[in-house]
């Protein structure tokens, strides 16, 4: 079993920056690839970002390309998403993913103009 608890969300204007943060519990972190999704008010659940178990290799989808980064820090057991010149349309709840089936509960980023 892991549990993951999302931190970092919260408003910001339109072409600032937020960090979130994704912390495990229970089980290492580093034994799972690790996803980032959103979901967006009527929308559904997309995916944002990918980083791997081995060799930390990531994917991003090409809403956020370039503007996002997704890191791990193992000591801490801890992934983090990195988000940069934030836009109106990347307000939505973030989750984070541990493999296909650990789900934290969510937290909001809210960007405003």
């Known amino acids: 079993q892991v549990q993951l608890v999302e931190s970092g969300g919260g408003l910001v204007q339109a072409g600032g920056s937020l960090r979130l943060s994704c912390a495990a519990s229970?089980?290492?972190?580093?034994?799972?690839?690790v996803y980032w999704f959103r979901q967006a008010p009527g929308k559904e659940r997309e995916f944002v970002a990918l980083?791997?178990?081995?060799?930390?290799?990531?994917n991003y989808s090409n809403s956020v390309k370039g503007r996002f980064t997704i890191s791990r820090d193992n000591a801490e057991n801890t992934v983090y998403l990195q988000m940069n010149s934030l836009k109106l349309e990347d307000t939505a709840v973030y989750y984070c993913?541990?493999?296909?089936?650990?789900w934290g509960q969510g937290t909001q980023v809210t960007v405003s103009s």
């Open positions: 993913r541990a493999g296909r089936e650990y």
């Open positions: 229970g089980r290492t972190l580093s034994a799972y690839d």
């Open positions: 980083i791997t178990r081995s060799k930390g290799l990531t």
